[in-house]
């Protein structure tokens, strides 16, 4: 199936059960082997897979079940990486459905991304994304993706005190990382895998001037010229190993335990992102007010699929078929229905803890996403 007929997807991970919570927890502990948590992985991924294709979603992946966070292709998987403290650096979390602003410290988030910081020379370990790719080549009943957080969000990595005589400075750390993804892609590449999405929250700095000021981006034009480098160095070294590969690119304004960190349209950087960025599809976050208006769309090439994040993984409550349908028309004024697909806006588990959703609710989510995509482009 060609990937420019696939309307139904979804970002990446999926709630994870409480058994699989539980046995990590007593992996933690000593009290489980290797050996019986990844049995237990196995059989949520297989869990996930069945999910995916009863709902009708077209593109697969193993739910990120093996994950404690979206960042663990970085985080389990890179050495060089030490526990950090606390860091002015770290956003803030806000969450809707409650009002509340969550504790910077993320006392309130159970299962938060992990806050380390660089310490010694970046060095691959055995990546997890490889032992995925392994699971995913013969447990799938259609085309697959690896995800995988951009190598640029490992800037936030590099603390001011503790990084800079490994790398002088933020660039420096972030041109190491992308080595070493190289290597990963190359590996999973040869293992089979023809479909990589970047996750990057990088953009953040560009969109969202309180983000600038968290992150200490004063330079934003030299900034975006940066992370887009980085991507398009990843994405070339990828299409030279293996030409025609799908690549993906899904950015948001932060998911985690349904909290949300950064606001803005996709306007100061569309023109450049979308044309300048080498992937064939854009996952785009549109379920709120959040991420502004369709009309930055006019910048995306004719050759490029934006799919529309209009489902929320956040909230419990249903979308309606007719205001999604309604919400795709709009979209369709600025770029070509062709051109166009429909998802989640994020992932229902960005953390282990997964969104404040219940598994039948991400079912009727993802059967959402498939039923609407039947109805709009058959």
Known sequence: MPTTTIRAEHVGSLLRPEELLAARVAHRRGALSDKELAELEDQAATAAVKLQQDAGIQVFTDGEVRRDDFMASVVETVGGLVPAGESAARPRWIRDSDGAELDSDGAELDGDVASVAIAAPLYRRTPLSLAEARWLSGNTPGPFKITMASPTMVAGFWRPGVSEDVYPSRRDAVAALADIYRQDIADLIDTGVSWLQL????????IDPEAARMRR???????LSHIIDTDNGLIRSARSRRPGMTVAMHFCRGN?????????????IAERVFGEVEV??????????RSGGFEPLRFVPPAKTVVLGLVSSKVAELESVDTLRRRIDEASRY?????????????FASTSQGNLLAVDDQRRKLELVAETARLVWG
């Open 280 to 289: 064939d599809r854009f996952l785009l976050e549109y379920d709120t007010e």
């Open 217 to 223: 981006v004063t330079d934003l034009e030299g900034h």
């Open 199 to 206: 996750d990057s929250l990088a953009y953040w700095a560009n």
């Open 256 to 268: 985690m335990r349904s909290a949300w960190s950064a606001r803005g349209g996709y306007e100061p």
């Open 335 to 347: 770029l070509p229905l062709e051109q166009l697909a429909l998802s989640p806006q994020c992932r």
